[in-house]
């Protein structure tokens, strides 16, 4: 049964910075292609950023340069570092998880977490 739970949202102001996390049961998340996602009501849902398996990391234009994605191995945890954020950064952020193909990793992922909110003003 995996299980991820998001945690670390909040509401913050323009230029300021939040780490959101994302602690992993039933799927171990250094095998696995990981991801971080955010849709705000009425809009697609749109991805943030994904590190594969090796280790290979690749992030939305919007985010570039202010986002880092990354984790902990040791204790099965996926962080999202957003600095520099902005009000169009609110949204609902949500943490994915999946196998990894012989291709890499999959466009639509598998297993998702409940979300956390952020808010910037």
């Known amino acids: 049964h995996v299980q991820l739970v998001e945690s670390g949202g909040g509401s913050v102001q323009a230029g300021e910075s939040l780490t959101l996390s994302c602690a992993a049961s039933?799927?171990?998340?250094?095998?696995?292609?990981m991801a971080w996602f955010r849709q705000t009501d009425g809009k697609e849902r749109e991805g943030v950023a994904h590190?594969?398996?090796?280790?290979?990391?690749t992030y939305g234009d919007s985010v570039k340069g202010r986002f880092t994605i990354s984790r902990d191995n040791a204790k099965n945890i996926l962080s999202l570092q957003m600095n520099s954020l902005k009000p169009e950064d609110t949204a609902m952020y949500y943490c994915?998880?999946?196998?990894?193909?012989?291709?890499?990793?999959?466009?639509?992922?598998?297993?998702w977490g409940q979300g956390t909110q952020v808010t910037v003003s």
């Open positions: 590190i594969d398996s090796d280790g290979s990391t």
């Open positions: 994915a998880a999946d196998a990894k193909r012989w291709y890499g990793c999959p466009d639509e992922y598998k297993y």
């Open positions: 039933g799927v171990t998340v250094p095998h696995s292609c």
